[in-house]
C-alpha cells in the first residue's frame, strides 16, 4: 500500500495542470505516519507516507529531457510524480524510475482514471489518501 496525503495530490495534481500541456516531473518524498498530525493516527508510527515534494524547475532542459531533478540529492526524494498530458496512465520509458511514481493525467482530477502510484517496474500499487499534515517546520539561520 502507498500512502499520501490529500494536500500532497492537491498540489501535485495543480502542477501538472498548470503546466498543460507540458510534462512536469519532480520529486516527492515521505514523513513517517507517527510524525503527522490527522488520519495517519491509524497507521504504525514508522509508515512511510509521502507529504512533500520538490518546485520542478521546468526552465531546465536536462530535468524535462531525462526526468531527473539534479538540483534534490536522491537520498531526500524517495518517489517521483510524472504528469501525462496525452493520458498514458502508466509508467513509460521516459519516466524516472524510482522506488514509487505517482502519475496523473487529465481531467486533472484524484480519481482512479487520473491518478494512480506504480513501483518502478510500472505496476500500478494500491494507493491510499490520507487526510493529515506533517508538523509545521521552520527555516532556522
Known amino acids: 500500500m502507498v500512502y499520501i496525503t490529500r494536500a500532497l495530490v492537491d498540489v501535485l495534481i495543480d502542477l501538472a495542470s498548470d503546466a ?5 516531473t519532480t520529486g516527492v518524498s515521505v514523513t513517517p505516519a507517527g510524525e503527522l498530525e490527522g488520519a495517519a493516527d491509524e497507521l504504525p508510527f514508522q509508515t512511510p507516507v509521502f507529504t512533500d515534494f520538490f518546485l520542478p524547475d521546468p ?3 536536462v530535468n524535462a529531457v531525462f526526468g ?3 538540483s534534490t540529492p536522491a537520498r ?4 517521483q510524480f510524472v ?7 502508466e509508467v513509460t520509458k521516459r519516466d524516472d524510475l524510482a522506488e514509487v511514481i505517482f502519475v496523473a493525467v487529465p481531467p486533472w482530477e484524484l480519481d482512479e482514471e487520473s491518478f494512480a ?3 518502478r517496474r510500472g505496476e500500478r500499487q494500491p494507493l491510499e489518501v490520507i487526510d493529515a499534515k506533517p508538523p509545521d517546520q521552520s527555516l532556522s539561520g
Not at 531526500?76 to 518517489?79: E, R
Open 20 to 24: 498543460d500541456p507540458d510534462r512536469v
Open 83 to 89: 504528469s501525462h498530458p496525452v493520458r498514458e496512465l
Open 76 to 79: 531526500q526524494a524517495q518517489g
Open 59 to 61: 526552465g531546465n532542459a
Open 68 to 70: 531527473v531533478d539534479l
Open 117 to 119: 502510484a506504480f513501483d
